[in-house]
């Protein structure tokens, strides 16, 4: 399957973008800058999205099968921050972890329905979609709820078409961003919150993210699973 995943240098990308490839799949690698292997795009431009795609479809031989929209940022801002800082912390949260996901998986939803043969969308959103988050992170959780409310909607609208979308909600998982957090004050806190005794890793969400890009079953189209270790279940 010829595969295109966003945020692919490290994390939790980077784990899913070496599983694909090890499962022998095409797959198309993203990060902010590139690399020999990745195609570059900061998602904090308004353009980066068409042009990540098109340099895709070009690269992939103009098929593209699923996109993983993985890319994000988990940045904070103070509930007493100026007008100022607390706008723009919104807008840059909101325009790399919801809209360019959102123009991603329109781009992908039209160059599926041209195809004609269907396709799939895996959306990384968060537990925080579903608990909210800390009172620096209000953007961050409203980014993650209203990618969740993407996926319905792509789920709902285009199922008829075969073209299928689907969430992966983690928990604290390890990757850069949240070590330092982790390994700091606040870790022993969380991992006392969480029922299986440990943050998830990032090879479980990984799989996670493989099984709904190539064999989730087409009736669970519109479903979000949990990574979390049990730490907010619903
Ligand atoms: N880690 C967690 O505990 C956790 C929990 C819930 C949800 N998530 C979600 O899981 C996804 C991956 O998180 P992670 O922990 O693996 O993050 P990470 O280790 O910080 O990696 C983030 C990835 O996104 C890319 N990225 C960041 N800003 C970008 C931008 N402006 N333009 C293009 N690419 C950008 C990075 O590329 P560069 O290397 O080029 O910067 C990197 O590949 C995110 O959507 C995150 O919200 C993570």
């Avoid at 800082?85 to 949260?93: D, G, I, L, M």
């Amino acid at each position: 399957m010829n595969i295109l995943i966003t945020g692919a240098s490290r994390g939790i990308g980077g784990a899913a973008y070496a599983l694909l490839k090890r499962h022998g799949h095409n797959v198309l690698g993203h990060s902010t800058r590139g690399s020999d292997l990745l195609i570059a795009g900061d998602l904090a431009d308004p353009g980066a999205p068409r042009a990540i795609w098109d340099t895709a479809l070009d690269e992939l031989d103009g098929r593209i099968d699923v996109l993983v929209n993985n890319a994000g940022i988990y940045e904070s801002v103070a509930d007493n921050a100026t007008d100022d800082e607390w706008h723009s912390a919104w807008h840059r949260t909101l325009t790399i972890n919801l809209q360019a996901a959102a123009d991603l998986s329109r781009l992908a939803v039209s160059h599926f329905l041209d195809r004609g043969e269907g396709g799939r969308i895996v959306n990384v959103i968060s537990r925080a979609a579903f608990r909210g988050d800390s009172p620096q992170h209000w953007h961050y959780a409203a980014s993650k709820g209203a990618l969740l409310a993407v996926i319905k909607t792509i789920a709902r609208g285009y199922a008829a078409d075969g073209i299928l979308c689907f969430g992966v909600a983690p928990g604290f998982t390890v990757s850069e961003m949240t070590e330092e957090y982790l390994q700091g004050r606040g870790g022993a806190k969380i991992i006392a919150d969480i029922p299986l005794g440990r943050v998830a890793s990032t090879d479980e969400v990984a799989e996670t993210i493989r099984w709904l890009a190539v064999d989730a079953p087409a009736s669970a189209t519109g479903s979000v699973i949990d990574v979390n270790g049990a730490s907010y279940v619903r």
